[in-house]
């Protein structure tokens, strides 16, 4: 069953007891600084609004991680799967929320030994070939659109009405 979290700033007081509550559950101590929510202060109205990742869009994170140890889809359960996660730290400048804490590993994941290094250069190989596969594929479809429109019969025609178009704009943005 998917679950998901609803947080409603307007009533907010403040307290913490989310960050202190997430932290125990997630790692067994009081401890804000390893909470995955997070309350942010304005600091001009002492306003308090607590957040957490967004599952945005774009998820920069997973774009930036250089072995794929964030996981999945479009605005879809973005998580660190993190026995891959290699420590990095590249995940966390792109996120747009500033939501990304690293703490330290524990268990199984605090142990590297070379068999994990060998699998993440494996991973990160891996990646840069099919990021390198779809650079290919863009450049393709990009010259097969070019060709495409230099063949067209009316090419000429097209670019004469944009052209006029723009210039119409031009001279409405110059009348006082
Ligand atoms: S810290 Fe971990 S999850 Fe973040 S980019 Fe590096 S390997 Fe990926
Ligand atoms: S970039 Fe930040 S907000 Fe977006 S999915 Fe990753 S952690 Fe969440």
């Not at 450049?139 to 230099?150: C, D, F, G, Q």
Request: net charge positive; glycine share 4%.
């Amino acid at each position: 069953m998917q679950k998901s979290l609803h947080i409603d700033p307007n009533k907010c007081t403040g307290c913490l007891q989310c960050e202190i509550a997430c932290s125990f559950e997630n790692y067994g101590v009081f401890n804000r600084a390893k909470s995955r929510i997070k309350v942010f202060e304005f600091h001009e109205t002492g306003r308090k609004v607590p957040y957490t990742c967004t599952q945005c869009d774009e998820a920069w994170c997973m774009h930036a991680c250089p072995v794929d140890a964030i996981v999945g889809a479009a605005k879809l359960m973005h998580t660190v799967v993190t026995d891959l996660c290699t420590g990095c730290d590249l995940c966390i400048a792109p996120c747009p929320v500033d939501c990304i804490e690293m703490v330290p590993a524990v268990g199984a994941d605090a142990s590297w030994v070379r068999e994990r290094a060998d699998a993440a250069r494996a991973r990160f190989e891996r990646r840069n070939a099919r990021l390198e596969l779809e650079r290919k594929a863009r450049r393709e479809r990009l010259a097969a659109r070019a060709l495409k429109a230099k063949a067209d019969p009316d090419a000429e025609k097209k670019r004469a009405i944009i052209q006029a178009a723009i210039e119409r704009a031009r001279l409405r943005r110059a009348q006082p």
